[in-house]
């Protein structure tokens, strides 16, 4: 019996839920920001390095909620891993919930773009020397 398409996508968000990319704490992080989601208690938090040449060097998220909005963090920041900061701004909404692939309402659709909401505020957060 074929697994269908949306077996297929449970699987990878599952994958990325209990195996996050770069999931803790970036010591050599330029840029941070972090937000959440009021209405359903979703944190997450995403840590930079971004070099010279503009591009994003390394990258790590934190944060609490439900599978979507910490699997979305993790498949983002795997994809972001290496572009620059052109390429991460110019990664749109749509583009984010593509990434993701599962269908979602648009209640959730929220928790899958806290995530790309909280990179595109983060590029534009430079963190001062004492991490804030």
Known sequence: MPIDEEELYQEHILDHYEDP???????????????????????VRI???????????????????CVISQASASMLLEKMQGKTVDEAKQFSAEDMLQLYGARLTPNRQKCCLL??????????????RDGT
């Not at 840590?47 to 909620?65: A, T, V, Y």
């Not at 995530?115 to 001062?128: D, F, M, N, R, T």
């Open 47 to 65: 840590e930079l390095e971004l070099g010279e040449d503009g591009k994003i060097r390394d990258c790590f998220f934190s944060g609490q909620g």
């Open 115 to 128: 995530s790309w909401k909280v990179l595109q505020s983060a590029v534009h957060s430079p963190v001062g």
């Open 21 to 43: 990319f770069h999931r803790g704490h970036l010591p050599t992080a330029t840029h941070a920001h972090e937000d959440n989601n009021p209405l359903c208690g979703d944190v």
